[in-house]
């Protein structure tokens, strides 16, 4: 989490930088453009310097976490009150479909479904 904070903060401020770069040029647009040649970065060592050591290197050293007032324990699970039930409740049935009152007559033949068409014609055999 703290990773990537740190990389939206780097790309903001990277962001904002790019911008200020380009309002000043836009603005300097207009004047006689100004070019400045960047100094060679001075590698001769000069009398009297001292020779820089090397940082060395540290291990990554977390800082230290503030002590809760309090002893951590862990949070037991709550306890199922009379209101809870342990049991999940069975789902409850649909109401049965009311069957049709017999007709008086007896109960009717149930129509033949169509005959499928073979695609040749029926001619009576």
Not at 14 to 24: L, N
Not at 52 to 62: A, E, L, S, T
Not at 64 to 82: A, F, G, L, M, S
């Amino acid at each position: 989490m703290k990773t990537t904070r740190l990389c939206f903060v780097l790309l903001v401020m990277a962001v904002v930088a790019a911008a200020d770069e380009a309002a000043v040029a836009s603005a300097s647009a207009d004047d006689k453009p100004v070019v400045v040649a960047p100094k060679p970065p001075n590698t001769k060592p000069q009398p009297g310097d001292q020779p820089k050591k090397p940082m060395p290197h540290q291990p990554y050293q977390p800082k230290p976490q503030p002590e809760p007032d309090h002893p951590t324990k862990p949070t037991p699970h709550p306890k199922p009150t009379p209101e809870q039930p342990t049991k999940p409740k069975p789902m409850p049935q649909p109401y049965p479909k009311p069957k049709p009152e017999p007709q008086p007559g007896g109960p009717k033949p149930k129509p033949k479904p169509p005959a499928y068409s073979t695609g040749t014609p029926d001619h009576g055999n």
